[in-house]
C-alpha cells in the first residue's frame, strides 16, 4: 500500500526552493542514517529556525531500512512540533539511478526524488528523467535531476575525474525533461578526500553564473559540499584515525554560490567527520565505556553544532522556517 508524502506531514521542494532563490540562501541538504543523525539535524534546525531536506541515499534506505525510514522521517515532522517549532521538513532520495528506485520511494512516502542519470549519454539521461518526473508529477513529488559528474565516492557514488556541466545543455535538458531542480558540476567533490593538500579548490562561478543566464530563477542544486573542518580531522587523528591528506571546499565559497541561484547545498562528509571525531575520542578517553548511548550522545552533541554552524554562517538558511 502506497503512502503520500503529505500523510507523514512532509512537504515538497517547490516552495523553499522559491524562497530560497529570492532570499539568497540555500536549505541545507543533509544525509542520515540513524536515529543519532535525524535526531541532530532536526534539533540543530530547529533551534536555527532553518527548513531542511533529509536526504537517503540508496545506502542507507537499504542499511536502515525503507519502512522504518518512513516513520523516522514522519517522527521527525512530529519531533519539531514536540520542540515548539514545526519546521518545514522533506524526504529526499539521494542519487536515485533507476526509474524502479525513485517509483518505490514515491510509493513509501518521499516528497521529492532525485534520478540521477549523468552516468548516461546526454540522451538517454534525458530520457530516464523525464520517465521519473512523469510519474513523480503525478503525486506532487519533486524531481532533482543531474548534468555534469561529481569526481570522489561517496556510498554507492563513485567517479575518477569531473566533468563540468555545459552551459548549452541545461536549457534544453530542463525543457526537455520538466524537473523541477538541477545538480550541476562546477568543482565541488564527492567524500572527504576532495583535493590535494597545499591547492587551494575554487568553485567554477563562471560556469554556474553562465547556467544562471540560461535558465534564470531556476532552482540549482550543489552536491559534495562539505568543507572537511581540519579540526575535526586532526581530532580524528589524534585519537587514533588515520586520516591524512582530507580536504574540501571552503565555506566563503559556498556562501558565494548561495547568493545566486544554488538554493540546495548537500552536506555528508563532515557529518561523518563531527561524528566519527566525537566518537574516537570517547573511546581513547574512557576505554572501558561500552553503553553505546555514552559515545553516540556526544557524536549526535558534535553533529548538531556542525550543523547549527553550517545553517547559520554557510548556507544562511537560519531564520527562515517560516518565509
Not at 512532509?10 to 539568497?24: E, I, P, S, Y
Not at 556510498?155 to 545538480?183: C, N
Request: glycine share 8%; charged share 25%; aromatic share 8%.
Amino acid at each position: 500500500m502506497s503512502t503520500h508524502y503529505t500523510q507523514l506531514g512532509l512537504v515538497n521542494t517547490r516552495a523553499m526552493f522559491d524562497k530560497a532563490v529570492d532570499g539568497g540562501y540555500a536549505i541545507p541538504a543533509y544525509n542520515f542514517n540513524n536515529m543519532e543523525q535525524l535526531q541532530a539535524i532536526i534539533m540543530a534546525c530547529v533551534e536555527e529556525d532553518s527548513p531542511v531536506i533529509l536526504q537517503v541515499s540508496s545506502g542507507a534506505r537499504k542499511y536502515a531500512n525503507q519502512t522504518l525510514l518512513r516513520y523516522m522521517a514522519q517522527g521527525a515532522v512530529e519531533y519539531a512540533a514536540e520542540l515548539g517549532n514545526p519546521i518545514p521538513i522533506c524526504l529526499h532520495l539521494d542519487h536515485g539511478d533507476t526509474f524502479e528506485l525513485c517509483k518505490s520511494c514515491i510509493d513509501m512516502g518521499f516528497s521529492s526524488v532525485m534520478i540521477d542519470g549523468s552516468q548516461h549519454p546526454y540522451e538517454k539521461n534525458v530520457e530516464l528523467t523525464a520517465q521519473v518526473v512523469e510519474y513523480a508529477h503525478k503525486f506532487d513529488v519533486t524531481v532533482e535531476g543531474e548534468l555534469g559528474v561529481l569526481a570522489g565516492i561517496e556510498d554507492d557514488v563513485q567517479a575518477e575525474k569531473h566533468v563540468y556541466t555545459q552551459p548549452d545543455e541545461v536549457e534544453d535538458f530542463v525543457k526537455k525533461t520538466g524537473v523541477d531542480s538541477l545538480a550541476i558540476s562546477i568543482g565541488t567533490s564527492h567524500g572527504a578526500f576532495k583535493f590535494k593538500p597545499g591547492t587551494d579548490p575554487k568553485i567554477r562561478l563562471d560556469i554556474l553564473h553562465e547556467i544562471e543566464k540560461r535558465i534564470p530563477r531556476f532552482p540549482i542544486v550543489l552536491h559534495g559540499s562539505s568543507s572537511v573542518p581540519q579540526d575535526i580531522v586532526a581530532e580524528i587523528n589524534q585519537f587514533g584515525g588515520k586520516l591524512k591528506d582530507a580536504i574540501g571546499i571552503s565555506e566563503e565559497q559556498l556562501r558565494l554560490a548561495t547568493k545566486s541561484a544554488v538554493c540546495k547545498i548537500n552536506i555528508d562528509s563532515d557529518g561523518r567527520l563531527a561524528m566519527t571525531g566525537a566518537i574516537r575520542r570517547v573511546f581513547v578517553e574512557k576505554p572501558a565505556e561500552f553503553d553505546p548511548r555514552k559515545y553516540l550522545g556526544p557524536a549526535r552533541q558534535a553533529l548538531k553544532d556542525l550543523y547549527k554552524h553550517k545553517c547559520r554562517t554557510v548556507l544562511g538558511s537560519a531564520g527562515h522556517a517560516k518565509d
